[in-house]
């Protein structure tokens, strides 16, 4: 595959005025592996699910690492400006508004989608990141504008995969500069409990229903 070419599902929405959802599967998954958590969280959404280019041992990933929880930043880079470049094309392609395109991403996924919207401002209108880390780790992201764009983060206080203190930091830097953050911690490790599911749920229909509001903890 080439320049914007993502093996990918894509599902047309069934409600009118539905958001597209992203869907980015963590490690070793695959373009199928979300499409029933998007199904849950936006019944009528379209869907577009594509498939990690990086091949780590056999598994499926969206950017190379060096080692376990240390991330090969300038591949973070350049693999978040070929997936925006995908989404761009498929929004012209498939006829779907690109102002209401939400990310939703699980571990390395949602990590990818955190470097879009650090680094593709504009790209997403919202983003939904469980189990996420900052993505360029000790580097400080650019100042770019995310006014009126919403985020749900949802991290567990034991996830061994990514601690706590990594999803607080993506927190910050976003809410830095100026995204709409709503964080939910949960007792658990690296999953995506019920309750969390269903705060993003409600914080996804409040996010389309109208604009941001003013950051809360």
Same mark, same amino acid.
Request: charged share 20%; glycine share 12%; aromatic share 6%.
């Given at each position: 595959?080439?320049?914007? =070419? ?5 599902? +047309?929405?069934?409600?009118?005025? =539905? +958001? ?19 199904? #849950? ?72 989608? %955190? ?7 504009? #790209? ?7 189990? %996420? =880390?900052? +993505? ?6 650019? +100042? ?52 969390? #599911?269903?705060? %993003? ?17």
């Amino acid at each position: 595959m080439t320049g914007t =070419a993502f093996a990918h599902v894509y599902t +047309p929405p069934t409600r009118p005025g =539905a +958001p597209t959802l992203l869907l980015l599967h963590g490690t070793g998954g695959d373009e199928h592996d979300l499409l029933g958590l998007g199904r #849950l969280l936006a019944p009528g959404a379209a869907l577009l699910s594509p498939r990690g280019r990086v091949d780590e041992n056999g598994a499926n990933r969206w950017f190379r690492r060096l080692r376990e929880g240390v991330f090969d930043v300038a591949d973070v880079r350049r693999r978040a400006h070929e997936l925006a470049d995908f989404v761009e094309s498929a929004a012209a392609g498939r006829g779907f508004d690109p102002e209401r395109v939400v990310a939703v991403g699980f571990s390395n996924g949602a990590n990818i989608a %955190a470097a879009l919207l650090l680094l593709r401002p504009g #790209l997403l209108r919202a983003a939904a990141l469980f189990a %996420a =880390a900052a +993505p360029l780790q000790d580097e400080t992201p650019e +100042p770019v504008d995310l006014t009126g764009t919403d985020v749900f983060i949802g991290a567990g206080i034991r996830d061994l995969i990514t601690p706590l203190d990594q999803a607080e930091l993506l927190a910050r830097q976003l809410a830095d500069r100026g995204a709409h953050v709503q964080m939910q911690t949960h007792p658990g490790g690296h999953g995506l409990p019920p309750e969390v #599911l269903n705060s %993003a749920q409600e914080w996804l229909r409040s996010a389309m229903a109208g604009p941001p509001e003013s950051l809360s903890e």
